[in-house]
C-alpha cells in the first residue's frame, strides 16, 4: 500500500512538473510571437480600421497571405529569418493596401456611400441576392483601381452603387415598413390607443410619410429609410408605454409616483459620475451637468488618445533603430524632435479654438480642425461674414507650419442627392481653400481640395443634430515636407 502510495506522488509530481514546463514553454512561445509580430499586428489593425479588406482587397490579401505564413512557420518552428521577411512584406503590403484605400475613397464616394446604407437596414439578411452581387461587383471595382484601372474601376463601383440601392430600397420594405405594419397590428389588438394615442399616432404618420417618400423619390432612400426607420421605434415606444402605463393604472400609480420614477435613471447616473443629482428645479440642471461631465471627460480621453499615439510612434521609431549607425542615430533624434516641436505646436492650436468653432483632432502628425462654427446658406457654398473670425484663426493655425500641406475637406448630411451632395461638398470646400490662398502664403499648389459628400458621417443622419455635425468642412494640416523639415 506504501509503495503504491509512493508511486501515485512521484506520478502527479512528474505530471505537475510536465504540465508547469508546457505552460512555461508556452508563455515564452507567446513573448517570442508578440516581439516578431508586433509592427504587423500594428499595421493588420490600421489597415482593418481603415477598411483595406473592401477597399483594398489584392494588396491587403497579398499582406494576409504572408501574415498568415509567418504564423504556420514559427508554429512550426522553422527557419526565424524567413519568418521575418514574410512579416516584413506582410507589413508593407498591409501599408500599401491603406494608401490604397485613400484612393477609393476619394473615387467611389458616392459608391461607399450606398454600400453603408445598405448595410443600415441589413440587406444582406432581407436581400441577400443583391448584396452578394452588388458586393461582387464593388471587390472588381477595388481590385481594378488597385491596377490603376480607373476607368473600368467606376464602372464597375456604378454597377455596385444600382445594386445596393436596389438591395436598401428592398430591405426598407421588408425589415421597416412590413416588420411597422405587423406592429401596428399587434398595437391595435393590445389597445395601445387608449393609452399612448400620440406616439401611436406618430407611428402611423411617419410609415405614410415612408411610402410617399419612396414612391416619389426612388432615388435617394436617405429620407425614406430615416423616417421607416423612426415609424419602426415609434410603434414600439408606443407598446411599451401602453404596457407601462397599463401597469401603472392598474397598480394605482399617483402622478408623483410617475415622477419620482423618471427621476431614478439620471440619479443613478449622477452616482456613477461621483454626484448627487438635485432635482429640486426639475430635471434640466442634473442633465445639465451629466453632459458637461460627459463632455469633459471626451475631451480627456481623447488628449490622452493623441499623446499615447504620439508615443507609440517614438517608441517604435526608437525600437527599429536601437544598434543603428550613427548617421541613423543622428537622423533618428531629428525625427524624434521634429515630433516633439509638432506636438507642442498643436497644443498651441488647441486652445485658439473653443468647442464652439473648432474641434481640434490629431491624426498621426496631421493636425485636423473640424469647423463646427463655420456655417453655409441652405444648399450653398458662400462664405459669410460671420465666419470671418473663424477662418483668421484658421489662417493663424495654418501659418505656424510654413513648409506645411494643407488639404480641405468637404461634408454633407444624407438629405440631397447624392451627385449634388458631392458637388456642394466640393463647392465649399473649395471656398474655404480660396479664403486661405487669399490670406496666407501658401501657393494654390500645396491646397488641395476633396470633397466626400454624404459618404463620411460622424453621427446619425436620422437626427436634426447629426445631420448638422455631418455638414462640415475640416482643415487637415500636414505640417511635415518630404524633408522633413517644419
Not at 423612426?230 to 407598446?239: G, L, T, V
Not at 480641405?408 to 451627385?419: A, F, P, Q, R
Request: charged share 30%; glycine share 4%.
Amino acid at each position: 500500500m506504501f509503495q503504491k502510495q509512493r508511486f501515485f506522488n512521484f506520478a502527479l509530481i512528474i505530471a505537475i512538473a510536465c504540465i508547469t514546463t508546457l505552460f512555461v514553454a508556452n508563455a515564452a512561445g507567446q513573448e517570442v510571437k508578440t516581439a516578431l509580430f508586433k509592427e504587423a499586428n500594428t499595421a493588420l489593425q490600421a489597415a482593418r480600421n481603415a477598411q483595406a479588406d473592401v477597399l483594398a482587397p489584392k494588396n491587403f490579401d497579398e499582406a494576409m497571405k504572408r501574415y498568415q505564413k509567418a504564423e504556420a512557420d514559427l508554429k512550426q518552428g522553422k527557419n526565424l529569418d524567413d519568418i521575418r521577411k514574410n512579416l516584413r512584406e506582410s507589413t508593407a503590403y498591409f501599408h500599401k493596401a491603406i494608401d490604397a484605400t485613400k484612393l477609393a475613397e476619394v473615387t467611389f464616394p458616392n459608391s461607399m456611400k450606398a454600400r453603408r446604407d445598405a448595410q443600415t437596414t441589413e440587406s444582406a439578411r432581407f436581400s441577400s441576392e443583391l448584396w452578394t452581387e452588388a458586393e461582387k461587383k464593388f471587390n472588381e471595382a477595388a481590385g481594378k483601381l488597385e491596377d490603376g484601372d480607373l476607368n473600368e474601376a467606376k464602372k464597375k463601383a456604378g454597377e455596385a452603387e444600382k445594386l445596393y440601392r436596389q438591395a436598401e430600397l428592398e430591405s426598407i420594405k421588408t425589415n421597416y415598413l412590413q416588420g411597422t405594419r405587423e406592429l401596428l397590428k399587434q398595437a391595435e389588438q393590445l389597445k395601445v390607443k387608449d393609452y399612448a394615442p400620440k406616439t401611436l399616432l406618430n407611428a402611423q404618420q411617419l410609415i405614410q410619410q415612408a411610402e410617399k417618400e419612396l414612391n416619389e423619390n426612388r432615388y435617394d432612400t436617405d429620407v425614406a429609410r430615416g423616417l421607416a426607420q423612426r415609424a419602426n421605434y415609434e410603434a414600439k415606444h408606443a407598446i411599451y408605454l401602453a404596457k407601462a402605463i397599463k401597469q401603472m393604472k392598474d397598480k394605482d400609480h399617483s402622478w408623483e409616483d410617475l415622477m419620482l420614477a423618471s427621476e431614478k435613471p439620471l440619479q443613478q447616473i449622477a452616482e456613477k459620475t461621483g454626484r448627487v443629482a438635485s432635482f429640486d428645479a426639475g430635471l434640466g440642471k442634473p442633465t445639465d451637468e451629466i453632459i458637461a461631465y460627459v463632455t469633459d471627460n471626451q475631451d480627456r480621453v481623447e488628449s490622452l488618445s493623441r499623446d499615447l499615439d504620439w508615443y507609440q510612434q517614438e517608441n517604435a521609431l526608437l525600437e527599429r533603430q536601437l544598434g543603428s549607425e550613427e548617421q541613423e542615430k543622428s537622423a533618428l533624434a531629428q525625427q524624434v524632435a521634429k515630433q516633439a516641436k509638432t506636438r507642442e505646436l498643436f497644443a498651441n492650436v488647441e486652445q485658439s479654438f473653443s468647442r464652439e468653432e473648432a474641434r481640434v483632432l490629431r491624426e498621426g502628425n496631421d493636425i485636423i480642425l473640424r469647423l463646427v462654427g463655420l456655417n453655409f446658406p441652405s444648399a450653398g457654398a458662400t462664405i459669410e461674414q460671420q465666419s470671418f473670425g473663424l477662418l483668421t484663426k484658421v489662417r493663424d493655425a495654418v501659418n505656424l507650419f510654413p513648409e506645411c500641406t494643407v488639404s480641405v475637406l468637404g461634408y454633407t448630411d444624407s438629405y440631397g442627392g447624392d451627385e449634388q451632395n458631392l458637388q456642394l461638398s466640393k463647392e465649399r470646400a473649395e471656398a474655404v481653400k480660396q479664403y486661405l490662398l487669399a490670406n496666407t502664403n501658401l501657393n494654390a499648389s500645396r491646397i488641395e481640395v476633396i470633397g466626400y459628400g454624404e459618404s463620411k458621417p460622424i453621427a446619425s443622419n436620422e437626427i436634426a443634430t447629426g445631420r448638422a455635425a455631418n455638414r462640415r468642412v475640416e482643415v487637415v494640416i500636414h505640417p511635415w515636407t518630404a524633408s522633413g523639415t517644419l
